[in-house]
């Protein structure tokens, strides 16, 4: 009894109570952001954790008005996963997270400057980050296919031909097969 009231006193000298601070900070994603976090007196876990929460947050109220920030999100989550799992550290996952915000900025940027439509633009970005070359041309090609098969995404006919029309862009332009079906499947799940 003795030991408890002096743990007790000695809880009591010693804490002081103050305001709850919330759990996450969330940043908004603009040109700004990087800026804002590295002023940020938050401990590098916490600014991973903020970080990924902003981009997920984004990325959720941006899908319908820009498909591609579907791809951002899927590496977003695994950043998250890995970090986790303690298989990448908190530098490596601030840094890889950072990364993906300047992915979101410059995305933004570039689809006002190139003004496609957003699933033309989506289906650019895909192909861009995949390294393929003549990614705009391609995906700029794509825009007939979408008017053709406007229900692609409702009409399982109208998908199977959408993904034979984009799949004979890639192998036209000298892909395998294997390759234009991966690539045609990696626009489908971004676009739906």
């Known amino acids: 009894r003795e030991f408890t009231r002096k743990t007790s006193k000695l809880v ?23 800026k804002k976090l590295e002023e940020d007196n938050a401990s590098d876990t916490e600014k991973v954790f903020n970080l990924l929460r902003s981009v997920g947050i984004t990325v959720e ?12 999100g899927q590496k977003a989550e695994l950043i998250s996963w890995l970090y986790k799992q ?9 840094e890889k997270t950072k990364a993906l915000v300047d992915e979101i ?16 633009f989506s289906a650019y970005w895909v192909l861009k980050d995949e390294q393929i070359e003549d990614a ?7 825009e007939k296919i979408f008017e053709l098969y406007p229900y692609w995404r409702k009409s399982e006919e109208h998908e199977r031909k959408f993904k034979q029309e984009i799949q004979k862009i890639f192998v036209k332009s000298g892909a395998t097969v294997k390759k234009a079906v991966e690539l045609t499947n990696k626009i489908i799940i971004i676009l739906k």
Do not use: C, F, W
């Not at 009591?12 to 040109?31: F, M, P, R, V």
């Not at 303690?86 to 601030?94: F, K, W």
């Not at 705009?136 to 794509?142: D, G, L, P, V």
């Open 86 to 94: 303690r298989q990448v550290d908190t530098h490596e996952a601030l």
């Open 12 to 34: 009591q000298e010693h804490t002081k109570s103050g305001q709850i601070k919330s759990t996450l900070d969330i940043y908004e994603i603009n040109e700004k952001t990087i």
């Open 61 to 72: 109220r941006g899908l319908n008005t820009s498909p591609y920030l579907h791809s951002i």
């Open 105 to 120: 900025t410059k995305a933004k940027r570039e689809q006002n400057q190139k003004n496609m439509p957003a699933d033309i």
């Open 136 to 142: 705009e041309e391609k995906a700029k090609s794509m």
